[in-house]
């Protein structure tokens, strides 16, 4: 079975698109969270996650849609998330809070958080992933997002990865950044793919959100 991993969507809807037309073949795709913020398409891709995601687990940006003054301190995250607020409608907003923190998936032989299994919120850099292997006793592998940094690593044959970011990379490379997990083999392919992040840049700046927004997707750090 070939399962398409995504994760950290953040609002980038032509990311989504491209991502979703360059993904080869797959049974299924799931979502390591992070549909909203940041960039200034939430509804609609919220909208195509519900579509295409058999199973989505809820990351902060999604958890904090509810209450944005978190995030104050961060006005980038913050402005994404009151932006996420006012453009959700009720149902959206309903369903990112009902989202699980933890999944399984690949008939349960495999996790899917979006930061750290047991320590909410917590980024598990690539140089962190073997101390992730207790918590793989009863799994194959485990799917995480939150760094949006793509890595994938094999311990003890347990599969540790990070599909890295659809709508906002930071491990150097711009593009938009997905995996595809081959269950008979359990390893991954990663893949990155163009999108148009002009757009994406003038839509920030058309909405009145904060340009560095726009500025971090041509650097993807
Ligand atoms: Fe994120």
Redesign the pocket.
């Known amino acids: 079975m070939k399962i398409g991993l995504i994760s ?1 969507i ?1 609002a980038n809807r032509p990311a989504l698109a491209a991502v979703l037309a360059d993904m080869p073949p797959v049974d299924e795709v799931v979502c390591a969270g ?1 549909v909203v ?1 940041y960039n200034p398409m939430p509804s609609a891709c919220v909208e195509r996650v519900q579509e295409v995601a058999s199973v989505t687990v809820q ?1 902060n ?1 999604d958890r904090a849609v509810e209450n944005p003054g978190r995030y104050r301190a961060n006005q980038m995250a913050y402005a994404g998330l009151e932006y996420a607020q006012s453009e959700l409608t009720d149902a959206q907003r309903q369903w990112l809070q009902d989202l699980p923190l933890t999944e399984t998936f690949g008939g349960g032989d495999y996790l899917l958080v979006h930061s750290h299994p047991e320590n909410r919120g917590e980024y598990v850099y690539p140089r962190n992933f073997p101390e992730l292997r207790p918590q793989l006793d009863d799994y194959r592998g485990i799917v995480l ?2 760094t ?1 940094i793509q890595h994938k690593a094999t311990v003890d044959d347990r599969l540790i990865v990070n599909p890295g ?1 659809v709508g ?1 990379s930071r491990d150097g490379n711009p593009h938009a950044a997905y995996a595809v997990l081959d269950t008979e083999t359990n390893d991954v392919e990663l893949h990155r793919t163009h999108y148009n992040i002009d757009r994406v840049h003038h839509e920030i700046v058309v909405e009145g959100l904060p340009s560095e927004v726009g500025e971090r997707l041509f650097e993807g750090e």
């Open positions: 950290d953040h992070d913020g990351g940006h997002g939150h949006h970011s906002q």
